[in-house]
């Protein structure tokens, strides 16, 4: 089988679109993830019993499950007691959620970085608990961990082909409908490849950035 | 243990006597097993509801840190805020107070402890003595009637440990703030204190003027302690 540079051209701008999708994806799911992340590492260290572990268990059981089985849960399921997600939705839900439980750890992590003395002057100032989380705390923890954070957004992209199963248009969908109906396979599949690798080796410039950036804090 | 208002106590003793423990308790960054505190004529730990009394909430701890602040040991700068932001962040955020008038109130405490010229500088490039009199100003922008200093200059090197004594020394002199100071400096405790508390074991052992704790003490212990700080180099 030799290499078909006029169908790549043609299945070019159906890719494209695909790789818009995957990148919007990636950068919704990212973002839900970030969101999570901080509210099961908050919600952990919570004095209430109840919440702290009812929220664990939630972080472990969803960390226990496959990403494929919960994307199946949230759009195939779901309807089945009235909740129907558009596709793209329930995979950036799903996305987030699953990475939520990563990037909680890493918040944990974070926070635990901060030393007990800033908490203690936080108190001494008589900052209340919300301001002590909003202006001590959390800006010093959250830097730190940046380089981290992105790495798991790095392979949360390298992960939504699964967004397939459940018919969302992203590049690895695109690349399978133009495969199917032209039973050529080895362009659209490279070209997937070469879209996923070019992105990643970007993104790992900036994560390196990022480190450079982030990594440290002075004290 | 009584203190009154604007007095100024040393409290020395052996590390792990519980000299800073009280000053923790009195910070509320410890819980207490027991017994009652009261400062400027109320209670710290509880609070009087229909002539009970009863263990204070969250509310009641706020409104009675405001008349207490600390200097730390470590400084405990917010590594991430310039040296007048450390100074205006809590009078903006817990009194209302606007920017302006927080930032100007922040400028007089920072000429005090005689960094004026620092205000846009960040803790990372400040030196040790530097950081603590940024602390200083910091607790006095609350306004505190009882201030805590817990071996402030522990941490420094020597040579910069006079610069933060004589900051406390301005202090003492132009306001009338009680003082609660834990302290490994015999020679500024002494001139400092209005009396000098020694703690061992958890226990205040024996209290005094300062010449009586230094230059006569009672105790056998209280010699044998300051005949070791003596000895370890510290002047009295």
């Given at each position: ?219 | ?70 200097v ?41 402890v ?14 040790g003595g530097q950081?603590q009199r940024?602390?200083i ?15 402030i200059t522990?941490?420094l090197?020597?040579?910069l440990v006079e610069e933060v004594l004589n900051v406390m ?68």
């Amino acid at each position: 089988m030799d290499w078909d540079w006029n169908f790549v051209q043609e299945i070019m701008p159906t890719l494209i679109q695909g790789v818009k999708i995957t990148i919007l994806a990636t950068v919704l799911g990212s973002i839900l993830a970030a969101i999570v992340g901080l509210a099961i590492a908050l919600a952990r260290r919570s004095p209430h019993r109840l919440v702290s572990r009812s929220v664990g268990w939630f972080a472990e059981f969803i960390r226990g499950t496959p990403l494929l089985v919960q994307l199946y849960f949230i759009f195939y399921v779901l309807p089945d007691i009235g909740i129907l997600l558009p596709p793209l939705v329930a995979g950036v839900i799903g996305l987030g959620l699953h990475y939520g439980t990563y990037t909680a750890e890493v918040y944990r992590a974070g926070i635990d970085n901060v030393p007990r003395g800033q908490w203690e002057a936080a108190k001494a100032c008589n900052l209340g608990g919300r301001h002590t989380w909003t202006h001590i705390i959390l800006p010093q923890a959250i830097p730190p961990m940046i380089p981290a954070l992105a790495n798991y957004f790095i392979a949360m992209f390298k992960e939504t082909p699964l967004l397939s199963a459940i018919t969302v248009l992203e590049l690895m969908n695109q690349a399978k409908i133009v495969a199917n109906s032209s039973y050529r396979y080895m362009e659209p599949m490279t070209l997937v490849g070469a879209f996923f690798l070019i992105i990643s080796l970007c993104s790992v410039v900036l994560l390196r950035w990022l480190e450079h950036r982030y990594g440290k804090i002075e004290r | 243990m009584q203190v009154m208002p604007g007095e100024k106590l040393a409290l020395i003793g052996p590390s792990g006597s519980g000299k800073t423990t009280i000053l923790r308790i009195l910070m509320t960054l410890e819980k207490i097993d027991g017994g009652h505190i009261q400062v400027d004529g109320e209670q710290l730990y509880h609070m009087e509801r229909n002539g009970q009394l009863m263990p204070a909430d969250e509310r009641h701890l706020a409104k009675m840190r405001q008349k207490i602040g600390m200097v730390f040991q470590l400084f405990n700068l917010f590594p991430h805020k310039c040296v007048i932001d450390n100074v205006t962040l809590a009078p903006m955020l817990t009194k209302g107070v606007t920017r302006v008038a927080a930032e100007k109130r922040a400028m007089e405490l920072l000429d005090m402890v005689g960094l004026a010229d620092k205000a846009k500088a960040m803790p990372a490039q400040l030196s040790g003595g530097q950081k603590q009199r940024v602390a200083i100003a910091r607790a006095l922008a609350l306004s505190p009637k009882i201030m805590l200093f817990d071996e402030i200059t522990s941490a420094l090197d020597p040579e910069l440990v006079e610069e933060v004594l004589n900051v406390m020394r301005k202090l003492a002199a132009e306001t009338d703030m009680t003082m609660l100071l834990v302290t490994h400096e015999m020679g500024f405790a002494h001139d400092f204190a209005d009396r000098v508390l020694f703690f061992d074991r958890g226990r205040i052992f024996e209290e005094g003027k300062p010449d009586e704790i230094f230059r006569h003490p009672k105790q056998e212990r209280t010699q044998s302690f300051l005949k070791k700080i003596i000895a370890a180099g510290h002047r009295v």
